[in-house]
């Protein structure tokens, strides 16, 4: 069983800057393909951003595309996602999400096998 522990959420002004820890179990991290999700009040979990597992190539969900970063440090078992520019629109729980066995990219919500308890993020205006 894997287990995800998450990190780094709070309350930020709206153009400031925050950074998400996603701690992992396991010895096969450096083989999982890695998401970030988020939820908001009353919405449904969206996609956020992945890593993949081979490469350590990324995506992006086009509304965090150029504002947000995800990087992964295999020595660690850390996956981790910068977030810069920040809108109160950000708003909402951030989940880190395991894909295994990964090695490609994954953008929905089924493809994860395991799932971080979430962290909240508030922008203020």
């Known amino acids: 069983q894997v287990q995800l522990v998450e990190s780094g959420g709070g309350l930020v002004q709206a153009g400031g800057s925050l950074r998400l820890s996603c701690a992992a179990s396991?010895?096969?991290?450096?083989?999982?393909?890695l998401g970030w999700f988020r939820q908001a009040p009353g919405k449904e979990r969206e996609f956020v951003a992945a890593?993949?597992?081979?490469?350590?190539?990324?995506s992006y969900a086009d509304s965090v595309k150029g504002r947000f970063t995800t990087t992964r440090d295999n020595a660690k078992n850390t996956v981790y996602l910068q977030m810069n520019s920040l809108k109160p629109e950000d708003t909402a729980v951030y989940y880190c999400?395991?894909?295994?066995?990964?090695?490609?990219?994954?953008?929905?919500?089924?493809?994860?096998?395991?799932w971080g308890q979430g962290t909240q993020v508030t922008v203020s205006s």
């Open positions: 396991g010895r096969t991290f450096s083989t999982y393909t």
């Open positions: 999400a395991i894909r295994y066995p990964g090695g490609g990219m994954y953008y929905s919500r089924p493809d994860y096998n395991y």
């Open positions: 890593v993949s597992s081979i490469i350590g190539s990324t």
